[in-house]
């Protein structure tokens, strides 16, 4: 009786186990909270994490050498042994495609960094050194006149051709795309009154820089990188289709596609399979794209 007089009352044990249960359901409202809120992002990022994730354990799941040749098995049917066919020299399909996802993810992330970096610094000068506005906006007029795919057609026709010249050329065929983007926030973020007190102050120039004009290029820019990012898949596929790309020996779903266009009537699924994926992980980026636009500008969202 003593004991059970000192007992600590139902409701105490409750309460007790309320801290570590309110919290997980609040982690647990938050995801799903997101998710519902931001379906493009999550499906995007979800989309594009699977197909990072194959590019990264290829050699785990079920893969085998994709460049090893068996001309007695060649042009094969899907099946359990080659889950996606074979090409017309008996190379496994599914491992090519599988392992064609790392040459476009590879062309995508680097070009999209390294064109917003350059292309950040230009626009950032230009915007605010007005003496250099007038050369370098022209220079980038007369590059965004030619057409990307033509401009990295042009580049790579003066290299030979290998994954690191065609992720250079297109970082110089999209850097005009960042610069004229970054150039247009700088001018109108220059005229703003805080900027103003700031340069009434005595602040110097790549302060101000860095304190008030950088940190408000990052949200555009950043959506303007998912877009960079797909249009450099596509146009390394293309480049690789048209034999200007990397080396046909590079698994890389322009190449794959490229190969399979001769028997497209008779053995569809060598074009079929690397199309999907690349249109999927394209998707993916652009979904990804548009839901950081509508979360990163007040002025898209849908609520306050």
Excluded at 20 to 27: E, H, Q, T, Y
Excluded at 35 to 41: E, G, M
Excluded at 53 to 72: E, H, K, M
Excluded at 249 to 268: C, D, F, Y
């Amino acid at each position: 009786m003593a004991d059970a007089a000192f007992a600590p009352p139902p409701g105490l044990a409750v309460a007790e186990e309320l801290p570590d249960v309110i919290p997980a359901r609040k982690r647990l409202t938050g995801v799903w909270g997101f998710v519902r809120r931001r379906p493009s992002v999550a499906f995007g990022a979800a989309l594009l994490g699977v197909m990072a994730l194959l590019a990264i354990f290829a050699p785990l799941i079920g893969t085998v050498d994709p460049g090893a040749l068996a001309t007695s098995k060649r042009l094969r049917p899907p099946s359990a042994e080659a889950w996606f066919g074979t090409d017309m020299l008996g190379r496994d399909l599914y491992s090519r495609v599988v392992y064609g996802a790392r040459v476009s993810l590879i062309v995508g992330f680097s070009v999209a960094v390294l064109a917003s970096i350059a292309g950040l610094v230009i626009g950032l000068v230009s915007g605010m050194v007005r003496w250099v506005d007038g050369a370098v906006m022209r220079l980038i007029d007369g590059m965004m006149s030619i057409p990307p795919i033509l401009l990295a057609v042009a580049l790579m026709a003066l290299t030979r051709g290998s994954l690191q010249n065609v992720v250079i050329a297109i970082t110089l065929a999209e850097i005009p795309r960042v610069a004229r983007l970054v150039r247009g926030v700088v001018l109108s973020l220059r005229e703003q009154p805080y900027v103003d007190a700031a340069v009434a102050a005595g602040t110097p120039a790549p302060m101000i820089v860095i304190r008030h004009i950088l940190p408000n290029t990052i949200a555009p820019m950043t959506v303007q990188a998912t877009y960079i990012c797909a249009s450099a898949m596509i146009v390394e596929a293309i480049l690789s289709f048209i034999g200007a790309g990397v080396p046909p020996i590079t698994p890389s779903w322009g190449n794959i596609m490229a190969e399979g266009r001769a028997l497209w009537q008779v053995k569809p699924t060598i074009v079929f399979f690397p199309a999907i994926f690349l249109s999927l992980t394209v998707l993916a980026v652009n979904l990804l794209g548009d839901g950081l636009r509508d979360a990163l500008d007040p002025r898209m969202a849908k609520r306050l």
